[in-house]
């Protein structure tokens, strides 16, 4: 059945945003709040629209009260098993436990999903929701994003996807049916393609504008926090890790890491790829540029000499290797992530653009 793959003016798309008790209700209500923008609020901009391009609701095994992850409750609008035929189907983020994903929590909704997807409907996460909707087997060999903080137990559970966290979104499948989003936020870049895709890209940027939105166009990498794989068994290999961690601005860390190791050089490199899945000196380079992301946000040193800090006599390979692992130069990585003057304690001031001048009141 070839089901409907764009809005039109008197018939909105249905959106049925999936509730569950792993929820993360800010990014169930964000979504809800931002497809229903056209019926709910002005849009500076937009084209009017003789009906709102989307009819989102709630959606879950049974309709009423439900408590999300944060113990916070909202109302199921409609069960699933009342719903023939939707649309765009979401799940959003959702909260992983120490044990992580217990798959076969909600048989009712995998099935469902199955048949909604058959029926035409494009299935789409927001973070973590991929891990609910993996379990369909319908994203198996097809790729995907998820939060870099999930992504190795991802990994772990659903080793059938392949699976790339610096990515913001990724829409994959024969009719680009198969829509996830990455780490937390990118939520806003799923809603807003759906938004361009099914209303026009005018609407996706009025809706940014509208929300103050914008596309995480540089991707995740520089989001990203660099935690060597420790879990590999290997005491030799973790001892090195150890060292390296508080000494990897020296000068030829591998070569102390095999002297301290008494390893053959051979021998310590292919164990030591094996087990972190990084040669050894990309690990220190990666050690390297998580330690210079933290002085560029933090200090008010310079590129240079942070270079030396980290253990670079070369400030121009330094910002090529920090280009290469992060996407973005070391200058404007400072400018996107550095703590911004008005959020500085005793600095709101009237300097132009500080965002607060003195006298101000949040609210």
């Keep these: 059945m070839q089901h409907r793959i764009a809005a039109t003016r008197s018939e909105p798309l249905h959106v049925s945003l999936v509730a569950i008790p792993e929820a993360v209700v800010s990014t169930l209500s964000g979504i809800f709040d931002v497809m229903n923008a056209f019926a709910l609020m002005p849009l500076a901009g937009n084209a009017p629209l003789q009906a709102p391009p989307f009819r989102v609701e709630i959606v879950g095994l049974k309709p009423g009260p439900l408590e999300l992850a944060s113990r916070v ?205 990084l040669s050894p000196i990309t690990y220190v380079q990666r050690l390297r540029i998580e330690d210079a992301k933290r002085r560029l946000e933090r200090t008010a040193a310079s590129v240079d000499e942070i270079s030396w800090q980290v253990g670079y006599e070369e400030p121009a390979f330094f910002r090529r290797l920090f280009k290469r692992v992060t996407g973005l130069s070391p200058g404007t990585y400072r400018r996107r992530f550095k703590i911004p003057d008005y959020a500085r304690p005793g600095s709101q001031d009237e300097r132009p653009g500080s965002g607060m001048t003195k006298g101000s009141k949040a609210g």
């Design 73 to 277: 409750p909202v109302v199921v609008q409609r069960s699933v098993a009342a719903l023939e035929e939707t649309d765009i189907i979401i799940v959003p983020s959702i909260l992983l436990g120490p044990e992580g994903w217990r798959k076969g929590l909600y048989p009712e909704l995998v099935d469902w999903f199955r048949v909604m997807y058959s029926r035409g409907a494009l299935l789409c996460s927001a973070c973590s929701g991929i891990f609910l909707l993996a379990e369909t087997g319908l994203f198996d060999g097809a790729e995907a994003t998820v939060h870099f903080g999930y992504a190795r137990a991802f990994a772990s559970t659903f080793p059938e996807v392949p699976i790339h966290p610096e990515r913001v979104l990724v829409v994959s499948g024969r009719r680009e049916e198969l829509i996830t989003s990455g780490a937390s936020m990118t939520w806003h870049d799923l809603v807003l393609y759906l938004i361009a895709r099914h209303a026009g890209a005018t609407a996706a940027q009025a809706v940014a504008r509208s929300f103050a939105l914008q596309w995480h166009q540089d991707g995740l990498a520089p989001y990203i926090v660099f935690e060597g794989r420790k879990d590999h068994g290997d005491q030799a290999i973790q001892a090195a890790q150890d060292w390296v961690a508080t000494h990897f601005s020296v000068a030829n860390p591998v070569e102390e890491m095999i002297r301290r190791t008494g390893l053959a050089e051979r021998t310590f490199k292919r164990r030591f790829t094996s087990a972190t899945a």
